[in-house]
Each structure stands twice: as C-alpha cells, then as structure tokens.
C-alpha cells in the first residue's frame, strides 16, 4: 500500500475518511483506468472531507486542472467519469461502521467537548486506527455501494484573462467579474 503512505505524506495523517477516498478512488480506477495525468478522468465530489485528499493523490483529479468538481451536497459519494467515453462509475460510502463500546463513546463526548489531553488523544486514535483497518480490510460490497452510469463530460478546464477589480486592485477572472456602481469589481467587493 504504497499509494496509502503517499496519501498520508499529502494529507498529514491517516484517518478514516482517508481510508474511505482510497477505496474508492481504488475502485473507480479499476473500472477507468489510470491515473489521469491531464483532464482523462474527472472526479465529482459531494463533500469537502478527508476522502477528496485519497481521490486528488491516487486519480490525479484537482482542482487546478479543473476536473476534481465539487458538489457541496455534504454526502459521501464521489463520481468519476472517463471523459470523451460517457463511461462513469458513481460510489456511495455505505459503511455500517463498527460498534463503538461505552468507553469509547465517553472518549468522543470528550473529544467533541474539547478536551485534548493526552488519555482522550491516545483513545480517540486508537478509535480511528480500529476503523480505518477495518474500512481498509472490508469487502469492496460491504462499504460502497457502485453504480455504473452514463454521463456527459462536463467542460474542460477554461483559462480567462484576469482584470483589475477597481476598488482593490486586485486580479479576478473576467467571468467572475461583476460591475457596480458602473466599475468592474470582484465579487467581495460588489457585496461591499
């Protein structure tokens, strides 16, 4: 699991949501192909969690080459699309989780409460580190559930002139550009 240190060394730690991107990341590859080194695969992200970290690092899919979108739907379902073929494949994290006994559950009260001393650190680790093998040792059926789809590709990544906002004076891209008061302006300064 090479790839899943590479994640970690991106990401900063390992956790389960790592776990959950990396599996399916894994899955749409093998449906897909490889990595995508320019815009060949397309990943649709439903939420901003740790997963996207596994997706961007394992399908090449970001941001800055514009086909890694982002759907705030705060859902773990991530689709991926092989662009110029319609062939998709949509994944759903459907994991049943693992019982969490008493002890375990007084520790996550206490996380959320605030408390970061060492004994509910070291627990809540070893909480994370129990999910994350499992998620990682699960049949592929016990935690995501797969569909494979037909879609159109969206657009590919577009590069616009930047223009002046005129009351910062910073750059915006023209499209995001919006005029007030007749003055071209980006967009947090024409809610000013």
Known sequence: ????????????????????????????????????????I???????????DSIQV?????FGKGNLIFRDYGKQVYTFLKRGTGEAIRIAVDWKGIKETEKEKLL????????????????????????????????EKDILKIKRIKMESPSEARIYPSIRCS?????????RARVKGGKVVCIPCSEI
């Open 58 to 62: 394992l399908t090449g899919c970001t």
């Open 42 to 52: 397309v990943a649709i992200v439903e939420n901003d969690s740790c997963a996207v």
């Open 167 to 175: 009351i910062c004076g910073e750059k915006v891209m023209e499209p």
């Open 1 to 40: 699991m090479d790839d899943l240190s590479e994640i970690v060394r991106f990401h900063g730690h390992l956790c389960p949501g790592i776990a959950f991107g990396y599996r399916a990341a894994k899955t749409a590859l093998g449906e897909l192909g490889k990595r995508s080194e320019d815009e060949e």
């Open 108 to 139: 996550w009260k206490k996380f959320q409460s605030g408390d970061r001393s060492d004994r509910v650190m070291k627990g809540i680790e070893a909480i994370k580190k129990k999910k994350v093998d499992a998620i990682l040792k699960a049949k």
